[in-house]
């Protein structure tokens, strides 16, 4: 296998058929669930006294000073069981919240991994002058496979979160008792999952397998080309960790208005760079985004082209071009 050649048309296949840039930025949706949440507290400082004192930054005018007390004050006279009603709701809005987002995310990643894999399987089999693909193409290429892809990818999460609470005390002893070395066996682990998966979606588009025959297929071509899988895991994966650290490298900039204004300790300094901060990294989310979209865009086209030249041809279902659409 020629492990040159498919990273080279993996990029000439992304870079012309740059429709494939967005499903690849819904494909990083569904590249986990991330949940949780954080709660942040402090204690106003007060000094003992019939006038009290405040022992606030040195940047706060006296009035700013006084406002914050009165603030902290109104909030210790509202009643417990208002802020545990307010508390209650909060917490059933935050998990409605986060079920909504986790089956948009599981639609729109399992939607966007199927478009890269469909279209770079079209664009393997065009001709060097065919037109770039359309969405359309697309669209209606992955049709007949969606529903079997989304049921793959929502088994696997509802499988590994089971395992997972399951497991939960044994992996943290494992971890313990190993002296963190088994976070490596859980990361290898993590990682031949997610191939399993890769593989077994390009087996549900490319051979038209059902969901059970297509992880058996992908078990078959990992396990029998495992040499080969694993120099072009560490080719992708190392490429992966470098190109992630030059995309998020710009996160560095967006709290230096904020430290610099600490650093100054002037308070108009302070709302200036909070601001200016807050600017920066609504301004770098999307960039963040759309290139982390083209990279697993990119991941996803390599993958499906080493499934394609590790199998053998003769055995799979051949992609069905309309020849009324240009490709």
């Given at each position: 296998m020629d492990f040159g050649e498919i990273l080279s048309k993996a990029w000439k296949i992304i870079w012309k058929h740059k429709i494939l840039w967005?499903?690849?930025v819904l494909a990083g949706c569904g590249m986990g669930s991330a949940g949780g949440g954080g709660s942040s507290g402090g204690n106003a400082v007060y000094s003992g006294g019939e006038t009290g004192s405040w022992n606030g930054p040195p940047f706060m005018s006296p009035s700013a000073q006084r406002a914050f007390e009165d603030f902290a004050q109104w909030l210790a006279d509202i009643p417990v069981g208002v802020w545990v009603s307010l508390g209650l709701t909060i917490a059933l809005a935050l998990i409605l919240i986060g079920l909504v987002m986790s089956v948009?995310?599981?639609?729109?990643?399992?939607?966007?991994?199927?478009g890269v894999i469909k279209g770079t399987l079209i664009a393997d089999e065009a001709a060097s002058d065919a037109k770039p693909i359309s969405l359309k193409q697309v669209f209606t290429g992955i049709k007949p496979y969606f529903w079997k892809v989304l049921l793959l990818n929502l088994g696997l999460r509802v499988a590994g979160f089971i395992i997972g609470f399951l497991l939960f005390i044994p992996i943290i002893l494992l971890v313990v008792f190993t002296c963190g070395l088994g976070v490596f066996l859980l990361i290898a682990i993590g990682i031949f999952i997610d191939l399993m998966v890769n593989f077994s979606t390009i087996a549900i588009i490319q051979e038209d397998k059902d969901i059970f025959e297509a992880i058996s297929r992908a078990w078959q071509v990992i396990t029998r080309n495992l040499g080969k899988v694993l120099v072009m895991f560490l080719i992708l994966g190392l490429g992966q960790i470098i190109i992630g650290l030059v995309i998020a490298l710009p996160l560095i900039l967006v709290p230096m208005p904020l430290v610099l204004g600490l650093l100054a300790l002037d308070g108009g300094a302070v709302g200036a760079g909070v601001i200016v901060s807050i600017?920066?990294?609504?301004?770098?989310?999307?960039?963040?985004?759309?290139?982390?979209g083209v990279l697993k865009a990119y991941v996803l086209a390599s993958w499906t082209l080493t499934y394609r030249r590790l199998?053998?041809?003769?055995?799979?279902t051949p992609t069905v071009l309309n020849p009324q659409e240009p490709v």
């Open positions: 967005l499903f690849g948009v995310m599981l639609f729109a990643g399992s939607f966007g991994k199927a600017i920066l990294f609504l301004l770098m989310i999307p960039i963040m985004i759309f290139l982390g199998t053998d041809k003769a055995d799979l």
